[in-house]
């Protein structure tokens, strides 16, 4: 689970960094610029999507499982 929310971090500080050198360098044209930013935004919420759904469904284990909740 940890691995997806890493993963996440990683895309999304990519996207900022990408930005950062587009502002200032101009090394690629607007168009693959804007392919770069939007597949690297599609592949940021596909990694929290995962762990969000993997963090939910432990939470549901674990309260599914746990006796002190009927108290």
């Given amino acids: 689970m940890k691995s ?3 993963v996440g ?3 999304f500080i990519s996207g ?5 050198l587009q502002m200032w360098f101009t090394p690629w044209s607007a168009e693959l610029f804007l392919k770069i930013e939007i597949t690297l935004g599609a592949l940021f919420l596909i990694a ?3 762990w969000f759904t993997r963090k ?4 549901f284990r674990r309260q599914e499982k ?3 909740l009927d108290d």
């Fill in 56 to 59: 939910e469904y432990s939470d």
């Fill in 48 to 50: 929290i999507a995962v």
């Fill in 66 to 68: 746990d006796v002190s």
């Fill in 16 to 20: 900022i960094v990408a930005a950062l």
């Fill in 4 to 6: 997806a929310l890493m």
């Fill in 9 to 11: 971090m990683a895309l």
